[in-house]
């Protein structure tokens, strides 16, 4: 079965400072992997998503995620953070095409960004 | 569009009372799902459709019941409402898996306090 690790629960960090949230998987076949976008009071929002090709992917908002198969990780990272960036962020991942399409999240990891 | 709605916002029960948490989308989607999202537990599903007609538990389908009679609608039923399904509900949609843009769309959430 597959899981997802997020492993820091909480992170801050200062505006414009560089951030990376971490996510680790594990599954015995092939995965899609996805974060996710949290802000207060809201529903979740597709940050980026990576689906095969290339390993670096670009999504909103300035973020990007790499993913490592040998680590088996899918970080994000931002090189310059904005307050507007406060929200709880999850990592999610999908075994293959089958199985109703259904996601494993982490727990989340909650950014907080501070003048 | 109006994307994925939640009908309601807000419901507060009382223990063993019944309710019907109703999820909407607009966008033709096949896969629509119900998960719940505890404090340091991430989203957890429920239940989930994979078209009209069908339904399927999820890791967490204790204590829930589910239809889908319409593609665009998903209803989430609680026969007996207890303490420990004080949680907000999220509805999401999707195409299928191996569809372009397959990714999960999330509505607002459904905050239920069970007292």
């Known amino acids: 079965a597959q899981s997802v690790t997020q492993l820091d629960s909480q992170v801050p960090v200062f505006e414009e400072a560089p951030v990376e949230l971490r996510c680790n998987y594990s599954?015995?076949?092939?995965?899609?992997l996805f974060w996710y976008v949290q802000y207060p009071n809201q529903g979740l929002q597709l940050l980026l998503k990576y689906l095969s090709g290339s390993t670096l992917v670009k999504g909103i908002n300035g973020f990007e995620a790499e993913f490592n198969k040998s680590q088996t990780s899918f970080h994000l990272r931002k090189p310059s953070v904005h307050i507007s960036d406060t929200a709880e962020y999850f990592c999610a991942v999908r075994e293959g095409t089958g199985g109703g399409n259904k996601l494993t999240f982490g727990t989340g990891t909650q950014l907080k960004v501070e003048l | 569009n109006a994307g994925v709605t939640q009908t309601p916002k807000f419901r507060v029960l009382k223990t063993g009372q019944s309710m019907t948490l109703l999820c909407a989308q607009d966008m033709n989607h096949e896969y629509m799902y119900w998960y719940r999202q505890d404090p340091g537990m991430g989203l957890r599903l429920i239940h989930y459709?994979?078209?009209?007609?069908?339904?399927a538990k999820g890791e967490v389908p204790d204590g829930y019941n589910v239809s889908r009679l319409k593609k665009q609608n998903f209803l989430l039923g609680l026969e007996s409402a207890a303490p420990s399904q004080t949680s907000v509900y999220f509805c999401a949609s999707s195409h299928r898996p191996w569809e372009r843009d397959n990714e999960q769309f999330f509505g607002p959430g459904t905050r239920l306090t069970v007292l």
């Open positions: 599954s015995s076949v092939s995965v899609y």
């Open positions: 459709s994979v078209g009209e007609g069908t339904t």
